[in-house]
């Protein structure tokens, strides 16, 4: 019985380190749609000075949003950008950045 426990909990504990491991596209989406469409647009493709975010890969996503979250100067907007960053977790960051590379290509 003892030993049958301790096989379930390893069994949780792999399952939640993959977990935290692998990004979760679903769950970029979700912030996507609620709080980043709304200047980026649903396609990805921005509008006056809000960038285009299509044609980039999840590592280039990534280093940007950390640096937004960070606070360091990225572009000349940087200051409409950066409050959209400086709440996002480093799984919200994967997330983000392995929807946003991967659906608008
Ligand atoms: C209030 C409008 C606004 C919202 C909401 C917003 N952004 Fe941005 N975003 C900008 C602007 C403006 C820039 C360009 C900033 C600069 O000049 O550095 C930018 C830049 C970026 C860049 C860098 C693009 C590049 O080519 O280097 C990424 C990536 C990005 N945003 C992702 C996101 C994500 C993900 C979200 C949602 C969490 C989000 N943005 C929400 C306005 C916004």
Known sequence: MKSSMLVIIGAALALSAAQA??????DGEEIYASVCRN?????GKG?????SLSGNDADYIGTRLTQYRAGETVGPNTP????????LSDEDIANLAAYISTEFQ
């Open 80 to 87: 409409l950008m950066s409050p959209m960053a400086v709440d």
């Open 21 to 26: 491991h692998g990004a979760e596209p679903a």
């Open 47 to 51: 509008m006056a000075s809000f960038p």
């Open 39 to 43: 200047c980026h647009g649903p396609t």
